[in-house]
């Protein structure tokens, strides 16, 4: 037997870090939403006490520092599941870029176990599974918009965004979540983030509220590192983007696009001097 995920890339509307925690995580307050750019799983059984992975990508790793076998290894250890699994991994989301296509991809391998094995494991628990993997995880497994408190594992499901276009672009540099995050100084006091804008723009389904309202507290530490960060978030603006801002750790930058008849424009001019640009939708 043989199941299928689809495992989409996340967009962070709102980050907001609180303060470093004795655990050595950061709690935040962030706003996250799903769009239509996915990696695809297809999971297949083996007779055999296995876990095999492969995937078209030759840059991610195969073994057990790839989230997928790590989402497997758990589910197989707390099920006491004797099955083996392959697992194909068609890989579309830039790694390492922000966009949490790790996490997605974990998430959609406990989704995908969870059937494939007939476990009948609650939601509530493949989320509770997947803190253990990431803090981005559980957002992942059920996907839609959410406010994440703690380290990212506690969630509130609110509306979805306004429709509109977004447009993604990934500079080609790798950023690492835990450096952006071990040099961020909670105590420099930059500017504070305001989730309840935003939430409350997406309530009122007010576009240009969400837009203006829009930040990312660690922007500035990846753009401190990497100017050419800076330099894309300008050239979306100039080119007419309605909203601007680095995804989580980024580097890659979103713009948000109310008008058709203005993504083209977006999209062509970015092309000329970034070579990885997407036109996606919000997830709805
Ligand atoms: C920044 C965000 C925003 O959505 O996304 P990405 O940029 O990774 O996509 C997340 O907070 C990333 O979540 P995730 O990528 O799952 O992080 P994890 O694997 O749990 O943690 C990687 C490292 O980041 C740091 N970390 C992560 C989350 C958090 N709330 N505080 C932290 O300090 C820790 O040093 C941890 O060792
Ligand atoms: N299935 C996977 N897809 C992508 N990256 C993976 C996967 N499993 C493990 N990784 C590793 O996780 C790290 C973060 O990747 P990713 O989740 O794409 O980034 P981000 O957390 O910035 O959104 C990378 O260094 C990559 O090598």
Known sequence: MKVYEKAPAKINLSLDVLYKRADGYH??????????????????????????????????????????????????DRYQVKQGVYIHLDKKIPVAAGLAGGSSDAAAALRGLNRLWKLNIPTEELQRLGAELGSDVPFCVTGGTAVARGRGEKLEMIDNPPQCWVVLAK???????ADVYGRFNAAKGQRR???????????????HRLCSSMGNMLEDVTVGAYPEVRQLKESMQRL?????????????VFGLVSKESKVARVYNGLRGFC???????MLT
């Open 27 to 76: 709690e935040v307050e962030m706003v996250m939403t799903m769009v239509d750019l996915a990696d695809r799983l297809e999971m297949s059984e083996l007779p055999r006490d296995t876990i095999i992975i492969s995937s078209q990508a030759g840059y991610i790793p195969l073994d057990e520092k790839n989230l997928a076998f790590q989402a497997a290894r758990l589910i197989k």
């Open 240 to 252: 007419g983007a309605d909203g601007v801002m680095m995804s989580g750790s980024g580097p890659t």
């Open 193 to 207: 983030i305001s989730s309840k804008d935003v939430i409350e723009s997406i309530e009122s389904q007010d576009f």
């Open 171 to 177: 500079p080609p540099i790798n950023v690492s979540t």
């Open 275 to 281: 070579k990885e640009v997407y036109v996606v939708r």
